[in-house]
């Protein structure tokens, strides 16, 4: 009976692991555990998106890194997931913006529009450039756009 009361135990541990994992792939959730909630948009900035009229478009351009300064490349590449999931809290809240992230490799048609709307690649060393800015775009018209170096 001690065997089989063991067995029994193991099973049903092996089913609520099972569970549990099944739920937690289905449920996603992000906690900002910063001190002054760095990563959070405030109650006032959730109050604004849910009121805009027209349809907002956040172009985020960024490079695709490759180099072999590999701290370098580190910390960029979790800057630059850091500005990803934090614009990615403007489009949860409102279906009225919408990111489109666009990599830029040299010497592309990607690289000569960041340029033109004035974003700049900052050398990384090995004669590479990093871009990282955004421009939003007010679907309202083509002269409401502005360029945010980030």
Known sequence: MNKLSSTISIVLVIVAAILLNSISNNVYTKI????????????????????????????????NLTGSNKATLNDLESHKKNVVEFLEQYTEISKKIKLDVVLVEPDSEEEDTAIRYGLFGSPIGDGVKFYIGLVVINSDTVEKETVIPL
């Open 32 to 63: 900002d555990i910063t001190e002054n909630k760095l990563y959070t948009l405030s109650e006032g900035t959730k109050k604004v998106i849910q009121k805009l009229k027209n349809d907002i478009t956040l172009k985020l351009y960024m490079s």
